[in-house]
């Protein structure tokens, strides 16, 4: 296993992969604030997408795997929707008040 540097644990793959996953989340999360910010109501949007989202990723049928490996695949797809729908607009509302 190639590592980044000798102190890391992380392969030069797994660096890439995280690399990409953070420009996925962050550009999802600009155009979703764009989006909610031409609604009428933005807080309602986000709320009712998250909603919508949460339960398609708890009833999207997974391939078959472990049930541990299914509850940290849906608690990891939770936790990036919050941070998409939820959280950059709570941090967004303190920058515009201020």
């Known amino acids: 296993m190639k590592h980044q540097d000798t102190r890391s644990f992380i392969t030069a ?3 890439e992969q995280m690399g990409a ?3 996925i ?9 764009l989006l909610s910010e031409m609604a ?3 807080r309602g949007l986000r ?6 989202l949460t339960d398609l990723v708890a009833s999207y049928k997974l391939p ?3 049930e541990d490996a ?3 695949v849906r608690a990891a797809a939770r936790k990036i929707l919050n941070g998409i729908t939820m959280r950059s607009f709570e941090e967004n509302g303190v920058r515009k008040s201020s």
């Open 70 to 72: 299914e509850r940290r």
């Open 21 to 23: 996953d953070m420009a």
């Open 13 to 15: 793959d797994q660096a």
């Open 47 to 52: 709320t009712d997408i998250h909603r919508e």
């Open 25 to 33: 989340q962050f550009m999802l999360m600009t155009l979703f604030q």
């Open 40 to 42: 009428d109501d933005p």
């Open 64 to 66: 078959p795997m472990p």
